[in-house]
């Protein structure tokens, strides 16, 4: 748990999941656990083959849909029977453990896993109805549609002009040098970028700081206009002022799209998601209505989590 | 101070303190061995570097006599009024052999003759026929010409040669050093740079002989192995990094190009004589063939340093490519390619400086053939810079010691102005 010296930067949220953290005493199978005076080995639960996710792991009319996905890497299974959906305009999180599969599952949405040779990805998946695994599936205008924030700022090292008109470029969405200028632009600024680097869009993108580098990338995935964006752990790598950014950014992008992130941070979880899904060892435990699961987690697993138990 | 009241980590810290001493001792140790190292490979560059400087840069100048041409339409043979074609066949060589004698009045008998016309280089007739074809005005005249001089003169002139030795010993006799030092008293000699060394091709006398040949022939052969092994190699990089399955037979291909690396660069020579000059008919001595030859030679190790380029661009580049939406090969060109490119480079130069350098594959495709005709492209027969380095090494007369020295000085400074060029590319790539 990060040091109360970062919650200044947080906006609505963050009250209730500071208050949790120090309240360990809500659960019976917590308190179990807090009366031996142990952490719970979390090797205990491997062992649930066919477990039933916790919570509402399904919604109306969804933006993305995922059912029974199984993910091996070689002979190592990654994700065990997950099904999730993702709603509309709303902003997931998927937290959990390392190695639980959060980014592994997040990486099926828009097909980032086919670069990975050893990986093999089973279920069902749409996005809109459309199959994203289908043959006629074509994985570049679904990664159009499904843009995709990464953990460590990867900006092209080229100008920050041409990082964000990469995209609509080989798109071919602007038509001449005033429409791509407008592209560029909107992209920065909805990144809330752009008064930063308004006079330097020929300098290297690489020059730019951290917290910077990571809105342009950003700027970079909503040039495309896609529908989803996808983030895996966008902060990790990123200062709490910077961070604090970029959540804002968040908060105003999901008027717009529908936003899957993925985080180490409950505090971000908290502050930036309407609905949160705890994976654990490749399987999902628990979904619920972010507040319900920070307040109320209903599985021994996620409560342990949240409280710092364990992770 | 006593131990026992010590906590723990006060005696690790004692512990740590004494082994630092021997710590320290060993990195500087290392250092020293380090500096010997460097210091010995400078010291063997710079002996390597003087010595070549040292006897080469003598070749770079060129003896002159001031000879004065008694023009005489008799001795030339020639009619009053010549044509051009008259004018190219006429006796230039008794015209100066006749003026030589008029320098010389009292030298008599057949081989003190010899000796004052071998002051005077075989080719200098031709400089005069060229003077005379350009200046017709000079016939019936006698005029005072600056001729080039004979190699062993010329040694002699350039203070190579020590007149204290015994005659027996040294090729310029007694009689001819009395006649240069009269000549040289008289201001009839000149040092001069020498155009011919790089105008010229091979030649028999070393004072006629230059490098336009094998420096022409170098560049065609290096420009066809470029043409061909940068693309392949660059490409086969790509595919095997970026498209190829990995599986038995891309295994089997990798192994292949790791082997061919290592084989001895005469038998690539063996192949194209075999394949390319018997089998496909294509002309002997030709850069063409030598380029075709080098390439082969040189694809591995372009395929294997641009592979390795390829491997080290960071996963989220292409990651990010993807991300966006761009399609395989769009993150391959747009953004893979241009970041390997200053590896990629790194390799080329090094397997065309491979090229440059190799002279045993050549010997077998011809190109070791004493060709004087500057090739105009990459079919003409040609020689390369260290054939022709072997060549003149090869040869018995003094002349070509120092032509030697400068070819491979001539070689060096082609290397540099490539690397050069690689570097200036490389540095271009790296900016965006």
């Known amino acids: 748990m990060q040091g109360s010296d970062t919650v200044k930067f947080m906006p609505s949220a963050a009250g209730e999941v500071n208050m949790k953290s120090d309240d360990r005493s809500r659960s019976p199978a917590a308190q179990a656990g807090a009366k031996e005076g142990k952490t719970l080995d979390i090797r205990d639960h491997t062992d649930v083959t066919d477990y039933q996710t916790i919570g509402s792991p399904f919604v109306d009319n ?36 390392s190695g639980c599969g959060k980014s592994t599952f997040l990486r099926t949405l828009n097909r980032m896993n086919d670069i990975i040779p050893i990986c093999r990805v089973q279920g069902d998946f749409s996005l809109d109805g459309d199959n994203i695994y289908g043959a006629e599936q074509d994985t570049v205008l679904l990664r159009a549609r499904v843009g995709m924030v990464f953990q460590k700022p990867n900006p092209f090292p080229k100008s920050i002009y041409e990082n964000v008109a990469y995209g609509p470029r080989i798109h071919g969405l602007a038509h001449n040098k005033t429409e791509m200028d407008e592209i560029v632009e909107n992209s920065l600024r909805r990144a809330s970028l752009f008064s930063e680097v308004k006079d330097q869009l020929d300098k290297p993108g690489t020059g730019l700081s951290g917290g910077q580098q990571q809105r342009l990338c950003i700027a970079r995935a909503i040039a ?88 | 101070m006593s131990n026992m009241n010590k906590p723990e980590s006060f005696k690790h810290s004692d512990a740590i303190q004494a082994s630092l001493k021997k710590r320290y001792a060993r990195e500087r140790r290392f250092q020293w061995y380090g500096r010997l190292a460097v210091l010995t490979g400078f010291v063997f560059l710079f002996i390597l570097l003087a010595d070549i400087v040292s006897k080469g840069s003598p070749a770079f100048t060129q003896q002159f006599i001031k000879v004065s041409v008694n023009l005489d339409r008799d001795t030339l043979d020639v009619p009053e009024n010549p044509t051009n074609d008259q004018l190219f066949a006429a006796d230039y060589q008794g015209v100066i052999k006749a003026s030589l004698r008029d320098m010389f009045p009292d030298v008599s008998g057949r081989k003190d003759k010899q000796q004052l016309y071998r002051l005077l280089s075989i080719g200098a007739e031709y400089n005069l026929r060229d003077k005379v074809i350009e200046n017709p005005g000079l016939l019936g005249r006698t005029t ?18 020590d007149a204290a030795m015994p005659e027996s010993d040294r090729r310029v006799k007694d009689l001819q050093v009395g006649w240069l030092d009269q000549l040289r008293a008289e201001g009839r000699t000149e040092s001069r740079f020498n155009i011919a060394f790089f105008t010229n091709g091979d030649s028999r006398e070393p004072e006629m002989a ?14 066809v192995t ?11 990089a790509v595919y095997l990094e970026e498209f190829a399955p990995r599986n038995r037979i891309t295994d089997l291909i990798e192994i292949n190009i790791n082997n061919l690396a290592a084989v001895p660069s005469i038998v690539f020579g063996l192949l194209g004589l075999a394949v390319f000059i018997n089998f496909f008919d294509l002309p002997r001595s030709a850069p063409l063939v030598g380029g075709i030859v080098l390439s082969l030679m040189t694809l591995p190790t372009i395929i294997i340093t641009s592979r390795a ?23 391959v060109f747009h953004h893979v390619i241009p970041v390997a490119m200053p590896g990629i480079l790194t390799g080329s130069i090094i397997g065309m400086a491979q090229a440059l350098g190799e002279s045993a594959p050549l010997l077998m495709i011809g190109m070791v053939a004493f060709i004087m005709d500057v090739p105009g492209g990459v079919t003409d027969p040609a020689t390369v810079l260290p054939v022709q380095v072997y060549l003149w090494a090869d040869s018995p007369e003094r002349g070509f010691t120092e032509k030697t020295s400068a070819a491979i000085m001539v070689l060096m400074a082609f290397l540099i102005v490539m690397n050069a060029l690689a570097v200036y590319l490389r540095k271009r790539f790296e900016l965006k």
């Open chain 1, 224 to 311: 495309v206009s896609p529908e989803v964006i996808l983030m895996d752990e966008p902060c990790s790598a990123l200062d709490p002022i910077a961070t604090a950014r970029i959540e804002e950014l968040i908060d105003e992008l999901k008027e717009n799209y529908t936003i899957a992130i993925v985080t180490h941070s409950m505090q971000q979880a908290a502050r930036v998601s309407e609905r949160t899904a705890y994976f654990h060892l490749g399987k999902l435990i628990e979904v619920g209505d972010t507040k319900q699961v920070f307040t109320m987690p209903k599985h021994e697993l996620t409560e342990n989590y949240i409280t710092g138990r364990f992770g």
């Open chain 1, 62 to 97: 969804p933006k993305m849909s995922a059912r029974n996905v199984n993910v091996f890497y070689g002979d190592k299974q990654a994700i065990l029977d997950v099904s999730l959906d993702i709603g509309r305009n709303e902003v997931i999180a998927m937290i959990g453990p």
């Open chain 2, 144 to 161: 005072d010409i600056w001729l080039r001089a004979h190699a062993e003169a010329g040694s002699y002139l350039k203070g190579q040669v």
């Open chain 2, 210 to 223: 230059g490098i336009r040949v094998a420096l022409y022939g170098s560049f065609f052969t290096l420009l």
């Open chain 2, 226 to 236: 470029f043409a061909i092994a940068f693309p392949i190699g660059v490409f086969s």
């Open chain 2, 309 to 331: 380029a390829i491997q080290a661009v960071s996963p989220s580049i292409r990651e990010a490519a993807l991300g966006v939406g761009a399609s395989k090969l769009q993150t």
